[in-house]
């Protein structure tokens, strides 16, 4: 018997408790066999921390990404990292689970140079995603995407007006003045053609 196949009952047992959102089962089996996250994802069609990211199952990311933190800068085929994914569906609770896990996440750029924030202000997200990557990152305000737009240009663009307003007013909070008087002026250009 092959290890996969004495395996096959762990990897159910896995596939269960991350749909379930048990982190208490999935502790056990990590416990009885370590190497099981990197098992799953040599055989699953998706790997189990994607997995758990279509689950919604914010405990096991938690879990997951404490005991592999590099998992959660892996890419996909665009370049998005799972942060990226979370700020273009507007998943505000998961958004706070990864840059809790890596900060760091809100610079990792996609294939287009787009950032985190950038995704989520080009497709039209605000408060509560937005919030949370100034928060856990300010300096990504000013980071220029291979357009060389900061977020501030992609919510012009994309005429998302309520984004626009929710980052100026973070970069006040965050004291990020060094565009603030310009932008403001922008905001009564903005209003006009919406």
């Known amino acids: ?37 990197e098992l799953a994802a040599q055989i699953w069609p998706k790997d189990p921390f994607i ?25 996909d085929q665009d370049g998005n990292t799972i942060l990226h994914l979370a700020c273009a569906t507007g998943d505000d609770q998961m958004v706070i689970v990864l840059v809790e896990i890596d900060s760091q996440l809100c610079f990792v750029q ?17 408060d509560g995603v937005v919030r949370e990557l100034v928060l856990a990152c300010p300096e990504s305000l000013g980071i220029l995407n291979s357009q060389l737009e900061t977020v501030f240009h992609v919510a012009v663009k994309n005429n998302n007006c309520d984004a ?19 932008l403001e002026s922008n905001i009564a250009d903005m209003e006009l053609l919406s």
């Open 164 to 182: 626009f307003k929710v980052l100026l007013d973070e970069a006040r909070k965050h004291k990020k003045v060094w565009k603030v008087t310009q």
């Open 1 to 37: 018997m092959s290890e996969i196949d004495d395996s096959l009952p762990i990897l159910s047992s896995l596939s269960d408790a991350i749909k379930r959102d048990d982190i208490g089962s999935l502790e056990s089996l990590l416990s009885a066999k370590p190497e099981i996250l």
């Open 110 to 126: 996609d294939n287009l140079s787009m950032i985190p924030l950038h995704t989520a202000i080009k497709r039209g997200r605000r």
């Open 51 to 75: 997995m758990a990211y279509n689950s919604k199952s914010l405990c096991v990311i938690k879990e997951i990404g404490r005991r592999k933190p590099e998992i959660v800068k892996m890419k």
